[in-house]
């Protein structure tokens, strides 16, 4: 299985930072990744497909890059309905494998 | 827009099966282009993919499942379903179905479905 590892686990912020948070593939997973955003009691909602393209809908303050194992989803501009969990999703080869999620907290 | 939605029993007794349907309006199951999910969320936990299948009857289930789980496709329903056997109480949780395009991954969700193993 592909690993992925997502830091940091719980991000103290206030609104207005900015914000980055990482997941590393174990292995290169080329730009097969995806960042969704869970509020307590919601169902994941996808940010960003393909390392980069921001979903319809979504807010230009979130932007997501990197290729091959590192990947970083950027906040710029932290925003009171920002505050949630966020997970990445590698979906090169099965099984489909998340990190273990990045909880923003309002510091 | 394909829109989902999870069905089934909330409660599952230790040791039973589970069994949980997905509903699909908004596109067909048949299409080629789709593919069909299962992920799950234990309560406080992140999330798991479990499985996904090709309207073909193609599947893929992660091998932390072991053999205890079964997907299938009923074209006539649009639908697609989950099975998976010899419960316990690690397998309590919200359970996603979830569809994708050839060049997405997960690009739409039901709302989940709150399964509890205990008797």
């Known amino acids: 299985d592909i690993q992925m590892t997502q830091s940091p686990s719980a991000m ?15 292995q290169d ?10 509020k307590p ?14 979903q319809s809908g979504v807010p230009s303050r979130f932007s997501g890059s990197g290729s091959g194992t590192e990947f970083t989803l ?18 090169k080869g099965f099984p489909y494998t998340f990190g273990l999620g990045t909880k923003l907290e309002i510091k | ?9 909330g409660l599952v007794k230790p040791s039973e099966t589970l069994s949980l349907t997905c509903s699909v309006s908004g596109g067909s199951i048949s299409n ?20 996904y299948i090709y309207y073909t009857g193609s599947t893929y289930s992660n091998p932390s499942l072991g053999s205890r789980a079964t997907m299938s496709v009923d074209a006539s329903k649009n639908q697609f379903s989950l099975k998976m056997t010899a419960v316990t109480a690690a397998d309590t949780a919200v359970y996603y179905c979830a569809w994708e395009t050839v060049t997405g991954a997960l690009d739409s969700w039901g709302q989940g479905i709150l399964v509890t193993v205990s008797s």
Do not use: M
């Open chain 1, 12 to 26: 103290p912020a206030s609104v207005g930072d900015r914000v980055t948070i990482t997941c590393r593939a174990s």
């Open chain 1, 41 to 54: 009691g919601k169902v994941p909602k996808r940010l960003i497909s393909t390392a980069s393209t921001l």
């Open chain 1, 74 to 91: 950027t906040i710029n501009g932290l925003q009171p309905e920002d505050f949630a969990t966020y997970y990445c999703l590698q979906h």
């Open chain 2, 32 to 51: 080629a282009d789709s593919y069909w999910s299962w992920i799950r969320q234990s309560p406080g936990k992140g999330l798991e993919w479990l499985a």
């Open chain 2, 1 to 9: 827009q394909v829109q989902l939605q999870e069905s089934g029993p």
């Open chain 1, 29 to 38: 997973i080329s730009n097969s990744l995806a960042w969704f955003q869970q």
